[in-house]
């Protein structure tokens, strides 16, 4: 093992360090997408070849395959994103803000991967591709929050500053995902009411099948390319430090 | 097997566009992450590399 440079004192704590948690994620990021080409592999199968048309929406409804695990992920990754954004800020953890920063454009990506297929699934069903209504609206805001993450975190030089704005515009952004969420309740909306919710679900077994193992398919493909990306941080950030430069000689970087 | 033909597979009851344009744009935005992912990687990786022998005490 490297030399490990932090003071040991939580076994927890030491995973904080970027040179610990670093090797760590590059023996996770394998595993985890080669489980989201397999589930996704098989979340496809169930959803066109096992999967009925629908009766009411005929073969559109597959579009749910994709449209809801990424409309789920990118409310989930926000949190995620705000979650280590607040850490950060809060105790001044290096890894957590490089953590949300991975998280941002994997998230963004969601965001528009929803919208999309949302759009595409609404001509069909209601005969147009936008409309100006709660839950549309609160996505669309979400994918801003996101850009304005990145975009903020760019146009600032210094990390650690850039960390600490990101982090505020994260936090007063977290706002946002229980309005989307709720927004099809709250609101008459156009956009349909949760088709899962705990403990009942207004859809076929096959079909809810299909679509929770593309949730997985999702899910775990997030964490692959988080992880990626965040290693990708961690050495352009910590570049000039020991450990970098030691773990480049043996060939490990 | 629920489709007859390769082609009503690819037809979807006449929805095609809509449900490969889905897909077709999920896929491209996800393959463009895998190798915008690969690309940075290799440029912080070419960075550390340029970088002043180890050794040196900070």
Known sequence: ?253 | MQWQSLERFFSMGGYGFYVWGSYAVAAAVLAAEVWSLRRRRRAALAQVRAAPAAGRSA
């Open chain 1, 1 to 253: 093992m490297s030399s490990v440079t932090a003071s040991p004192g939580f076994s927890l704590f030491r995973y904080a360090a970027p040179n610990v948690f670093y090797p760590l994620a590059g023996r996770m990021v394998p595993w985890f997408a080669a489980l989201a080409a397999v589930l996704a592999a098989a979340g496809l199968y169930i959803g066109f070849f096992l999967a009925p048309t629908d009766a009411q929406q005929g073969d559109s409804y597959r579009i749910i395959y994709i449209h809801v695990p990424s409309a789920w992920m990118a409310m989930l990754l926000y949190v995620v994103m705000a979650f280590w954004a607040g850490v950060g800020l809060a105790f001044n953890t290096r890894l957590s803000s490089m953590m949300a920063q991975a998280i941002a454009p994997t998230g963004a990506l969601m965001a528009f991967i929803s919208l999309w297929t949302g759009a595409l699934w609404g001509r069909p069903t209601w005969g147009t591709y936008w409309v100006w209504d709660a839950r549309l609206t609160s996505t669309l805001i979400l994918l801003f929050l996101y850009l304005g993450f990145i975009a903020l975190q760019a146009a600032i030089d210094d990390s650690r500053r850039a960390d600490k704005a990101g982090a505020v515009l994260a936090l007063v952004g977290v706002v946002n995902v229980p309005i989307i969420y709720f927004s099809v309740k709250w609101w008459n909306t156009l956009h349909q009411g949760a088709s899962v919710k705990p403990g009942s679900s207004a859809m076929a077994s096959i079909m809810l099948a299909g679509m929770l193992v593309m949730v997985f398919a999702f899910w775990t493909y997030a964490i692959a390319a988080v992880l990626a990306r965040l290693r990708t941080i961690i050495v352009e950030r910590e570049r000039r430090a020991q450990w970098v430069l030691e773990a480049r000689e043996r060939g490990s970087l």
